[in-house]
């Protein structure tokens, strides 16, 4: 683990709250010159702390996809079999997370499709379909309430 002070704490703030700001702009919210911005920058690119640049859409804006969680049970939990299962989920467009879990169920995903049918066919055509998939159990979203990419410093 890298060890960050308070000025990194500030500047991944700002940059997790909007990664389009200036370094001229970050310098004068952060009172101090651009030279040191821009250079803590290059060092949280190259040490791997920012991890990559993106747009996060408003989903509710472009789309009218429902949220699905799934968990899934594989039949055996073999670490090859887990790692296959792995891999083939990161394949699929639908799975926006995928998380290996501890406890009943094997695997937490995070779903996007268009609807109900449109879910059905991922569900039964595309991860029902893959090897060593035991159970699906699906809960689906009504409204989110919080969504965050900001991950929390302190």
Do not use: W
Request: hydrophobic share 45%.
């Amino acid at each position: 683990m890298i060890k960050l002070d308070a000025l990194d704490h500030q500047l991944l703030e700002l940059l997790q709250s909007d990664s389009k700001m200036n370094v001229k702009e970050i310098a004068a919210r952060l009172s101090i010159t651009k030279t040191p911005i821009y250079e803590r920058i290059k060092r949280y690119e190259k040490e791997g702390i920012i991890d990559k640049y993106v747009a996060v859409l408003n989903r509710e804006v472009v789309s009218n996809a429902m949220v699905v969680f799934c968990s899934v049970s594989l039949e055996s939990q073999k670490l090859e079999e887990i790692q296959a299962f792995s891999d083939a989920v990161k394949r699929i467009p639908e799975v926006m997370e995928c998380y290996l879990m501890g406890g009943a169920n094997d695997f937490l995903l995070k779903v996007v499709v268009n609807d109900l049918k449109a879910y059905h066919q991922f569900s039964s055509g595309k991860l029902a379909a893959l090897p060593n998939v035991g159970q699906i159990k699906s809960t689906f979203v009504l409204n989110e309430i919080k969504r965050s990419t900001v991950f929390p410093l302190t």
